[in-house]
């Protein structure tokens, strides 16, 4: 068995991701996992499949046949749990311009892997401001924990949100 990274963007509409693991079970192929969402009126997923090689073709042509969505397959390997996340860092208050680079940047300075990251705003009820609301998952070593609160602490002051680390 190999493994494959199934990526496809296009127009959303109900059933898509019915069609797609059609495709990869009839195949005899195994969802191992996935991210799907829509953003703006666009579908867009991130798979990871276990699929004999001798399917990879026919999976290919049945997907390029699902209407409107692109689709790109991608080989690679499946890691092991040790590379898995352990911990949550959730960022959560008003939206301000360039704090996803200042996060990434920061976690990135003292080489800490973000494994997942999930973004998004929403109105405050009362006063209909815009709220940021952002969750990473990363690897964190146990002798990197003290450098990340520092720089978490920095960037809860700095941009007056709310930082919680929190172990998976």
């Known amino acids: 068995m190999e493994h494959l990274i199934i990526k496809g963007i296009g127009p959303d509409r109900p059933g898509i991701v019915s069609e797609i693991s059609k495709y990869v079970t009839s195949n005899n192929g195994n969802i191992e996992e996935s991210r799907m969402i829509r953003l703006g009126s666009e579908f867009s997923i991130l798979m990871l ?57 920061s976690i990135a300075s003292i080489n800490i892997n973000i494994i997942e990251v999930v973004t998004d705003t929403h109105n405050a009820p009362v006063t209909g401001a815009p709220l940021f609301h952002m969750v990473a998952k990363v690897y964190l070593k146990d002798d990197n924990k003290k450098q990340l609160m520092e720089k978490l602490n920095a960037i809860e002051s700095d941009f007056s949100i709310s930082v919680e680390l929190e172990k998976i």
């Not at 040790?82 to 939206?95: K, L, R």
């Open 49 to 105: 499949i276990s699929i004999s090689s001798d399917s990879k073709k026919i999976l290919s042509d049945h997907l390029e046949s699902i209407e409107g969505i692109k689709f790109y397959l991608t080989p690679t390997r499946k890691l092991s749990s040790y590379e898995y996340p352990n911990y949550t860092i959730s960022f959560e208050g008003a939206d301000n311009e360039g704090i996803v680079h200042r996060v990434t940047d």
